[in-house]
Nanobody
Framework: QVQLVESGGGLVQPGGSLTLSCAAA????????MGWFRQAPGKEREFIAA????????DYDGSVKGRFTVSRDNAKNTVYLQMNSLKPEDTAVYFC?????????????????WGQGTQVTVSS
């Protein structure tokens, strides 16, 4: 099982940017498709973005497409989420996830490895 640790969350003003990082340890990182989910207070966890093992295929929820970019560096065992044009409704705990698969997937049930989460707050 791969272990995941997120970092990079914090407080940012509307319209600002943040980059989240997720460092993986344990089994070979390049064997996993990776994803990001988020959970706002009182809401269920929702899919944000995912990336294939190689990094060549990505998928985004419509609410973040064009604003967020998922990428990975397999040499550094790290996946990133670049978040631009942040809105107050992006406020949530963001989770990094891993799926023992080739291609990205939106289904939460696919992911059996989760990080502890990092808080992102968008507020003026």
């Amino acid at each position: 099982q791969v272990q995941l640790v997120e970092s990079g969350g914090g407080l940012v003003q509307p319209g600002g940017s943040l980059t989240l990082s997720c460092a993986a340890a344990g089994r070979s990182f390049s064997n996993y498709a990776m994803g990001w989910f988020r959970q706002a207070p009182g809401k269920e966890r929702e899919f944000i973005a995912a990336i294939s093992r190689s990094g060549g295929v990505t998928d985004y929820d419509g609410s973040v497409k064009g604003r967020f970019t998922v990428s990975r560096d397999n040499a550094k065992n790290t996946v990133y989420l670049q978040m631009n044009s942040l809105k107050p409704e992006d406020t949530a705990v963001y989770f990094c996830v891993a799926d023992d698969a080739i291609l990205p997937n939106r289904r939460i049930q696919r992911y059996d490895a989760w990080g502890q989460g990092t808080q992102v707050t968008v507020s003026s």
